[in-house]
């Protein structure tokens, strides 16, 4: 059994800044990709960053300049670090790990998603 436990949401105003933090817990044997997804209010859900075992790092145009994600593997945690934030980046956004557990199968596993709300 592996739980992802996602922290950092909020309400911010234009311009400003949160972090947010996935934490992996239970049976992991090796972790491969860690990611954030978003999904606003009638849309579809979309991959905003994400960052390989080996340190490859994806992210969405919209976000680059503004977001840094980043992971520290010693906690299984992975890191979205979200600046100039504008009201479209509002959303729920869910940590998204590829893992292999304890018992060698592979999971995608989710998070159970945080609200993000940026005021204008």
């Known amino acids: 059994q592996v739980q992802l436990v996602e922290s950092g949401g909020g309400l911010v105003e234009t311009g400003g800044s949160l972090r947010l933090s996935c934490a992996a817990s239970?049976?992991?044997?090796?972790?491969?990709?860690m990611g954030w997804h978003r999904q606003a209010p009638g849309k579809q859900r979309e991959l905003v960053a994400s960052i390989t075992s080996g340190g490859r790092i994806y992210y969405l145009d919209a976000v680059k300049g503004r977001f840094t994600i980043s992971r520290d593997n010693a906690k299984n945690t992975v890191y979205l670090q979200m600046n100039s934030l504008i009201p479209e980046d509002t959303a729920v956004y869910y940590c998204?790990?590829?893992?292999?557990?304890?018992?060698?199968?592979?999971?995608?596993?989710w998070g159970q998603g945080t609200q993000v709300t940026v005021s204008s």
């Open positions: 239970g049976s992991i044997l090796s972790i491969n990709a």
């Open positions: 998204n790990v590829a893992l292999f557990s304890g018992d060698y199968k592979y999971l995608n596993s």
